[in-house]
């Protein structure tokens, strides 16, 4: 296979994966699973969901790093340390935006004793989400977007990530509306979605 029958396979396999992704996550496949698995699946799900997204998204983060690539350019020195430094700075933000939220919730574990516990959360605004709305998804744009040594491959990978992230967040705020209603509505108003002072993005 040549270079860039390699990058048709990452894009394929991400954009693939963004929709599985977003699917497991609506209100309609959950309730699907309920139907077929019965109730119970309401306190694995969201874990469930969690694991699902993380193995499968495992072989395509392989395929990045270890199938033949090209070089696209290098970061070079002395300012490939500021970019290390802001991917460090936001690997933090990461794990503070994690911490802000009820974690044991977001990672599935609170649903084991109370299924309901992901609608019934509070709407946090406080912290990095008065920054933007999906801080997590800010940050992990800085993480991609600075990485010193990009490949073709790391930038299909890279860009179909963005462009899910922007698609993917207008899914999942749905969600949201229906959660929490006006409140959440009106925090969109006042807060962008995922780029700091862009009210587009």
Known sequence: MNNFTYVIIVIISMCTWSVLHSWLAAFSTKDLA??????????????????????????????????PSRVLWVIP??????????????????????????TLAFIGLRQLNNPDAESEAELVTRGFYRMVRHPLYFFS?????????????????????SLYFVLGSIVEERKLV????????????????????????
Do not use: C, H
């Not at 690997?91 to 911490?99: A, C, K, R, S, Y």
């Not at 600075?146 to 299909?156: H, K, Q």
């Open 141 to 161: 744009l800085v993480i991609f977007w600075l990485f010193p040594i990009m490949t073709n491959l790391g930038l299909a990978f890279v860009i179909v990530s």
């Open 77 to 102: 020195v002395p300012w490939r340390y500021l970019t290390i430094t802001l991917q460090g700075l936001a690997l933090v933000g990461l794990v503070v935006t994690v911490l802000q939220v009820d």
């Open 178 to 201: 229906e959660i929490y209603g006006d409140s959440y509505r009106a925090y969109q108003r006042d807060v962008p979605r995922i780029i700091p002072w862009l009210r587009l993005i």
């Open 34 to 67: 309920q139907r077929i698995f019965g109730e119970k699946i309401r306190r694995f799900y969201r874990l469930i969901y969690i694991l699902i997204a993380g193995v499968t998204l495992l072989p395509i983060l392989g395929m990045v790093l270890f199938l």
